[in-house]
């Protein structure tokens, strides 16, 4: 459970960050001051998540890894976001593009202690 806390705490971290960066995109109506506010709003929940997550995090993993997570957790929450909100499409070379990420990310996983 010490291991998996933290995943889940970055998982929701992302989903507000993601919806802080990107909801705005949608909508054209308002000014940007009114879209800047709305999205720090969203964001402070993001610190309230991410924060306690890496606390808790670098008991179990090392700094590389946590980061690393993040990375991972970040990269499938927007594919997600982009595609059942913001309706975009994935490509083969997007698809293509992740699978390089995730080798990477695999390598720091892979690294000795």
């Not at 993601?18 to 000014?31: E, G, I, S």
Request: proline fraction near 4%; include cysteine.
């Amino acid at each position: 459970m010490a291991y998996l806390f933290p995943i889940i705490l970055l998982a929701l971290s992302n989903v507000f960050m993601t919806f802080a960066w990107y909801w705005h995109l949608k909508f054209q109506n308002l000014p940007m001051w009114i879209f800047i506010l709305i999205s720090w709003g969203i964001a402070f929940f993001e610190y309230c998540l991410a924060v306690p997550a890496n606390r808790l995090g670098v008991q179990v993993f090392s700094v590389s890894e946590l980061k690393t997570l993040q990375e991972v957790i970040t990269l499938t929450v927007f594919v997600g976001f982009a595609v059942f909100y913001l309706g975009d499409r994935m490509t083969l070379q997007h698809i293509l593009g992740f699978a390089v990420i995730a080798m990477g990310a695999a390598l720091i996983f892979t690294a000795p202690k």
